[in-house]
């Protein structure tokens, strides 16, 4: 998110110098035109210079204002270019801003759940401590009733057998 933020703003500064270039060169292709103009109006007046004078500045002029078009052409292009960057780069950041809040509700239910699922773990680990506590204390009790019965046969199963031996 953060280089899409630099990159939209490094576009933006390249748009907005693409447009100064464009006004300063703008200008100057008017001035060129107005001088352009002016220029046969002049000679037509008998000024001092001669007609081949006249004809070599308006070609030199013809050239540099062709030149400046050219010029004035690749940096609308240029402009072009960095306007659809810029839009393209805008329509990412809102995206990333986007996921990046999906992101953060996600995260935060997650952490809702595995605080929930911690509670529910420590009851249920609670739970089985218990069970297995009291599954310890049948054993004891299971233990003990098989003690006491072994006790009462064996005591009781010595004189019982001699009395059925003797009837």
Not at 72 to 94: D, G, P, W, Y
Not at 105 to 110: E, G, K, N, P, T
Not at 130 to 152: F, G, M, P, T, W
Request: aromatic share 2%; net charge neutral; charged share 30%.
């Amino acid at each position: 998110a953060r280089v899409q933020a630099i990159l939209l703003v490094a576009t933006s500064l390249v748009l907005l110098l693409s447009v100064g270039a464009l006004d300063d060169k703008w200008g100057i292709f008017q001035s060129i035109d107005e001088a352009r103009q002016e220029e046969p109006a002049r000679g037509n007046d008998g000024s001092s210079h001669g007609r081949d004078g006249s004809h070599a500045r308006r070609s030199e002029s013809c050239s540099e204002s062709e030149e400046l078009r050219k010029e004035i052409e690749m940096l609308r292009s240029k402009l072009a270019s960095a306007t659809s960057i810029a839009a393209e780069s805008e329509r990412k950041l809102s995206e990333s801003r986007k996921t990046t809040a999906q992101l953060q509700r996600d995260r935060a239910m997650l952490m809702e759940e595995t605080q929930q699922k911690s509670v529910e773990l420590e009851r249920l680990s609670l739970s089985l401590r218990e069970a297995r506590d009291a599954l310890q204390k049948s054993h004891q009790a299971a233990n003990s009733v098989i003690y006491d019965y072994l006790k009462i046969i064996r005591g009781g199963g010595a004189g019982a057998g001699g009395g059925a031996g003797a009837g």
